[in-house]
């Protein structure tokens, strides 16, 4: 050994080179065979979202940089690691998890974070050592982020009104919505910034380690990518709406509103670049690799070898293998109607002039009724059931909201939540608006015979019945009635309509 580096044979080196390398293929093969769901409704989001078009060249990328570096690659000795076989373990166990309770995100990173470590069970520390950058960059391709968007539309909208108020221009908010003199504006989804974001980061990341040589230089440009779309996003959105306002909204109300935000992110990535080149390190010359990790390798000779190469097999196999065994065939069709007595002091009446219902999808059933105290006041009940929660057909699922994004009659405005001891929870409110009608609705969900307030307890519940045992059912509950600005009244109506009725709901769920 000199200089820490294995000196042998190239012929002897090409062999193990041939025999790893023709493994690897075959497994990855058998990966993406048993995991092809997974990976296909990967390609599924960069062929339908702009978001996550940028996909497509991840992989491309990754084989360019593993192309510019094979001198070094082919000079490491490949050999088996045993460690990478629990990790396997743990990413399959994680991908059936997130199978059971619906999170498809988390199913996509567990099935693309198997590869690279298949990659590490096969050839071992010293060669993945080599490419590890490459190798992890295929997470990029996981359509992850999206998740970012409500913090980040409540972030662009808290900017933008306070730049309009520097200016002097009256503003008006309700919510992610505001008005000025010159007309109304609403910042969306796709006013988040969170595909500037992801294509900042992804590009950050990739130019960091290509121009910078230091760990700390490197976190600083990613740490620069992600801070530097979130501000530009938010200076895009002001001048978005000083030009609708200043053009008397004939100008950045359409198609323009877009290529204005893509004209001005490309400018913006190119000053950050432009910044950047001025740290940028000299290419080091391309030097032998010089680690010889051992710990765990498995030669090629061992007598345990055929003992990894089926365990690798076999924790590959294993996991899709039991979501097939485990999973049910469930005839939707024969779930019971739901229906809910009226409680004490209330009566059900048989219309409501009420049409708003929240926008939740794959409901195997639907109840909504109006109820009517002694004194005329009206509330209406609505209850989305999922008898088996599954994927697009969860409580948890991102596209369910109270109003959907492009709905032209009904808005949502976030309220203050009302507590409701009887029950054990603080319930979320919010406003629903129209033109010709304003109302209040308190809505919290239910899962495995138990209340949660928000979408990540859904979540933890639905884990938690499918991993032990539980019901995996689900529903969606909410309680709405008209509503006048600054009226407490509204408020005590609904919390003592759901007092009343909170027994009767669960006892119908329950029964379900």
């Known amino acids: 050994m000199v200089s820490g580096v294995i000196v042998m044979n190239e012929t002897v080196l090409n062999k193990h080179w041939q025999h790893q390398g023709g493994l690897l293929c075959v497994f990855l093969l058998l990966l993406i065979g048993c995991y092809y769901p997974s990976y296909s409704s990967i390609v599924s989001i960069w062929n339908r979202s702009e978001t996550f078009a940028h996909g497509f060249v991840i992989l491309p990328i990754c084989a360019w940089l593993i192309w510019r570096i094979r001198q070094q690659i082919k000079a490491t000795l490949p050999q088996m690691n045993y460690l990478g076989i629990p990790v396997l373990m743990l990413l399959g166990f994680l991908w059936l998890a997130a199978n059971y309770i619906g999170v498809l995100a988390v199913e996509q990173l567990a099935a693309t974070l198997m590869i690279p470590v298949l990659v590490f069970t096969l050839l071992g520390w010293q060669t993945t050592s080599v490419m590890v950058f490459p190798l992890l960059y295929i997470v990029f391709g996981v359509p992850l982020g999206e998740e970012l968007t409500p913090y980040l539309i409540g972030l662009t909208a808290d900017s933008t009104v306070t730049m309009v108020q520097w200016t002097g221009i009256p503003i008006h908010r309700e919510g992610t919505f505001f008005e000025l003199p010159s007309g109304n504006w609403s910042v969306v989804a796709a006013c988040s910034g969170v595909r500037y974001l992801i294509a900042s980061v992804t590009l950050g990341v990739l130019y960091a380690y290509l121009n910078y040589q230091g760990l700390l230089k490197r976190l600083t440009f990613i740490a620069f990518s992600i801070g530097v779309p979130i501000v530009a996003n938010s200076l895009r959105a002001f001048m978005i709406v000083m030009i609708g306002h200043f053009s008397d909204m004939q100008l950045a109300t359409g198609v323009d509103h877009l290529i204005y935000g893509w004209l001005f992110f490309g400018i913006v990535i190119a000053i950050m670049f432009y910044i950047g080149s001025f740290w940028r390190d000299d290419e080091d010359d391309i030097q032998a690799h010089k680690i010889n990790w051992k710990w765990g390798d498995v030669s090629s000779t061992a007598s345990g070898y055929k003992l990894v190469v089926a365990a690798t097999a076999l924790v590959i196999i294993f996991w899709p293998l039991k979501y097939q065994l485990e999973e049910q065939t469930t005839d939707f069709s024969h779930v019971v109607e739901i229906s809910v007595a009226a409680p004490n002091g209330w009566t059900e009446k048989p219309s409501s002039s009420t049409v708003w219902k929240p926008a939740y ?3 195997d059933r639907e ?3 109006a ?3 002694a004194a ?18 969860e409580l948890g699922n991102y596209n369910n909201v109270l109003v959907s994004e492009g709905d032209d009659v009904w808005r949502a405005v976030d309220g203050q939540g009302l507590t409701l001891p009887e029950i054990g929870i603080t319930a979320p409110t919010a406003v629903i608006q129209s033109r010709a009608a304003q109302y ?13 307030t928000n979408k990540y307890q859904t979540k933890w519940l639905q884990a938690k019945a499918q991993l032990f045992g539980g019901r995996n059912d689900g529903a969606i509950i909410a309680i709405t009635s008209s509503y006048q600005e600054q009226n407490d009244a509204t408020s005590d109506l609904l919390k003592n309509f759901t007092t009343e009725a909170w027994v009767k709901i669960k006892a119908t769920l329950d029964q379900m």
């Not at 209850?383 to 599954?390: C, D, E, H, N, W």
């Open 361 to 363: 999808h794959g409901l």
């Open 367 to 369: 109840f909504f009724s």
């Open 371 to 373: 109820y009517e105290n």
């Open 376 to 393: 005329g006041n009206e509330v209406t009940l609505f209850i989305g059931y999922y008898a088996q929660q599954r994927q697009d057909a």
């Open 440 to 452: 209040l609705t308190t809505y919290f969900f239910y899962v495995d015979g138990q209340w949660a």
